[in-house]
């Protein structure tokens, strides 16, 4: 079985080091992790497999990580992680929606690690981590102390190695080339479902050298009277003779997505539309340049702000968000956000959408920018021209 | 705005109707949905918002259910369901990721309709309802009673109306056209993704007239040896001059998924794989012909052993499952299975993808039938050869 790991043993020690690190500051001894993201991070887990009860355990007593999942999954983890067979473990099918609960079988294994009367930390607030996997968990180690450790983990994924960057700049080229196939494509009396069509296809065909995965989230096709609803869906309809279509896409690569929104104007844009569009990328400019290592989150907002009050425009409350590695149903890392208040400080390595929205009654614009913090300012991760597109 | 409903109030208020008679008879006041499916079954809600926290409420003592999503997607509640406009109750973005809980704001709600002492039903084993989204909903309403609702409206789903059949043959003739697309390029040279490319290009293309949407978890392709990794991603990797594939595909209309499985050689398949094609095809042309309202799940499986058996062969355990309306991670209705021992009494209009898997060491054959029990046996819901396809 050929092994599909992308990063070397020693950066994945790293982090396992630095999640017991932290774990050893919180007086945790057990972290058992349901995120998908967090169990990739520290294993190398890749398979579509988390929606049947999964977890790594890490244990300060103990060196590798455990994965705990079903037995059909046990090969994607050989194939995947770096884990030795002793670290790979697997409940049997007849756990699958049945009165066992794969959580006890994931005590067991806890207990063999010395957590009967650990403390143990779970996640609290991630999307994997039921209301029932709480409660079993619980009551099959009644003697243990459950903290919340929700987005520890995440903390520590928040600054990027160099390899994660360099997939991370795959992932951008991605996000370029299907953001360029949509703008081929738009124009009047093209169905919508025609170009979420294009947008896939691309998302996964990547680059001549390099192949994309599924996203976190569908893409968001935000057109005429749906520029105002972003999460919804498309429709069959075709394009009329004139709109504005704001699109969001994520290329994905090995998991790490970078996020990319551009507005686009079928027809002529209104002089309005187009000063609008100027403003925006002025100030997304601007923040984009006064990015260093040591400035705070809060301030890169600040000066996007006030390069909109110039215009007399306000935005909305959070300029964007830390990106990286990333399963449905969100790649959110749940961190830092670009917004007033947010007191992070940069550090080279971390990874961000900075996506300014600004708004005229029911027309936005969306021209936004994934970018890492370098030694001494910024990359971006993508090279879509920052501009609206007309066709 | 344009509204987007798929079916009439009439069959929205039979669905609610039947909820709280389910309710009533299990001595829940209120149910609170944290699964996407369960809200768009009683609302017709679809957005792909349910990655921040997002309820529907069902009240026996209130006529309308109750959205309540993040303010941002209160307009694909106005959209997408019948609701009227005090039916739909959007939290503000200060909930977002900090100190306060959505989960304040709901049970709010639930009390304006009666719930600080009421028995409240909640959804313990939902993907959307995590540990602290039941801790904050506890707290906020210390002298209700909380009983496990999981899967009470999923067990009214399973029974699908004539108009959502209707949508189901369109997801089905949707996910016909990914496997044609699929066998179409395959061929050695061909790159992994750009196999799944061209699927996902179709998914969301669909058909002349009927376009697609994003299904519940990415298509599987199981090349060579990953044939034994269900869940595992595809890589760059150009196919081979032989090897055999086992494709899952999922047609998406409307939020309703059809799944679609097929084998596929490319080179020459040996004999002793082309015979036990041929056995997997017999057997389940078998049970499909065995369906009748008032047979069993069991009962269809047994079919399936048996004529497997005449044979030599044996099968693993779940011969199929339940499938309808769905959002990521899985379409699993998590209700009937086909399988030894599920009672559960087959009546017209039920839904599911029987998938017989049979393997020999570590090559497989998939092929699979999705199907509606109707009056006096079934339809297929696709039209795709039950065959071993060779390229």
Redesign the interface.
């Known amino acids: 079985?050929?092994k599909?790991l992308h990063f070397d043993r020693a950066e994945f020690a790293a982090r396992v080091t630095a999640v017991k690190q932290a774990m050893a500051s919180r007086g945790i001894d057990i972290l058992i992790l349901s995120e998908p993201a967090n169990q990739n991070y520290l294993t190398g887990y890749?398979?579509?497999?988390?929606?049947t009860p999964q977890t790594v355990i890490v244990a300060l007593n103990h060196d590798e990580p455990i994965w705990i999942g079903r037995f059909?999954?046990r090969?994607?983890a050989v194939?995947?992680t770096y884990l030795s067979d002793e670290s790979i473990r697997a409940y049997p099918?007849r756990y699958v929606?049945s009165n066992l609960s794969p959580y006890d079988f994931m005590a067991d294994v806890a207990k063999e690690m010395g957590g009967e009367r650990a403390t143990i930390g779970?996640e609290?607030?991630?999307?994997?981590?039921?209301?029932?996997?709480?409660?079993d968990l619980i009551r099959a180690l009644p003697l243990a102390r459950f903290v919340?450790a929700?987005v520890l983990v995440n903390w520590i994924r928040i600054v990027k190695s160099p390899a994660e960057i360099a997939i991370m700049r795959q992932a951008g080229r991605i996000a370029d080339a299907m953001m360029q196939r949509a703008i081929d494509i738009i124009k009047p009396g093209v169905?919508?479902?025609?170009i979420?069509?294009?947008v896939?296809?691309?998302?996964?065909?990547?680059t001549p050298d390099?192949?994309?995965?599924?996203a976190c989230?569908?893409p968001?096709l935000c057109i005429g009277?749906?520029a105002?609803?972003?999460?919804?869906?498309?429709?069959?309809e075709a394009l009329p003779a004139s709109t504005s279509i704001n699109l969001e896409l994520f290329g994905n690569r090995h998991r790490y997505q970078v996020n990319l929104s551009r507005s686009i104007v079928v027809g002529n844009p209104s002089p309005k539309y187009q000063l609008l569009s100027e403003v925006v990328v002025e100030a997304l400019n601007a923040s984009l340049e006064s990015v260093r290592p040591g400035r705070t989150c809060s301030e890169l907002e600040e000066v996007f702000r006030k390069a909109l009050a110039r215009h007399g425009f306000e935005k909305e409350?959070?300029l964007g968000y830390s990106i990286g590695v990333g399963f449905?149903?969100?790649v959110g890392e749940?961190t830092a956000?670009l917004r007033k208040g947010d007191e992070t400080v940069l550090q080279p390595g971390m990874t961000f959408h900075m996506m300014p929205g600004l708004w005229l009654d029911t027309v936005g614009i969306t021209i936004t920018q994934s970018f890492a913090v370098t030694e001494n300012g910024h990359e971006p991760l993508t090279s879509t021209p920052r501009k609206l597109f007309v066709k």
Not at 191 to 194: F, G, H, K, Y
Not at 210 to 214: A, D, I, K, L, N
Request: hydrophobic residues 35%; aromatic residues 16%.
């Open positions: 079985m050929k599909q890749n398979a579509y497999s988390f929606y059909m999954d090969i994607s194939m995947t099918d929606q779970v609290m607030g991630g999307y994997y981590y039921s209301a029932r996997a709480h409660a919340d929700d169905r919508e479902c025609d979420a069509a294009a896939y296809y691309q998302m996964m065909a990547g390099c192949g994309g995965s599924y989230s569908p968001y009277e749906r105002i609803a972003p999460h919804a869906a498309w429709t069959d409350a959070r449905p149903p969100a749940r956000s």
